[in-house]
């Protein structure tokens, strides 16, 4: 799931060698942290969070088919 995360948002920013993934693993849930340059940070979260939204209903799709739980936080 954090290799899904980063490809997404690599695929968004135009810097893509500031595009920091780390998981969190817990029994039940993992927290997936993304870290991107301050100028890319808009990209990631789209107008109004609908791209961030997205890209946790995503995280969420996967992450259901393997019977986790995860949550997506975007860090400054």
């Known amino acids: 799931m954090k290799d899904l995360i980063k490809y997404i948002a690599q695929a968004l920013v135009d810097n893509t060698e500031a595009v920091e993934v780390s998981e969190v693993v817990g ?10 340059a301050k100028e890319d940070l808009g990209k990631v979260i789209g107008k109004q969070g609908r791209t961030a939204k997205a890209m946790r209903t995503i995280l969420s799709a996967a992450s259901t088919k393997l019977r986790k739980r995860a949550v997506l936080e975007i860090i400054e």
């Open 27 to 36: 029994e039940q849930t993992s927290v997936i942290e993304l870290r991107v």
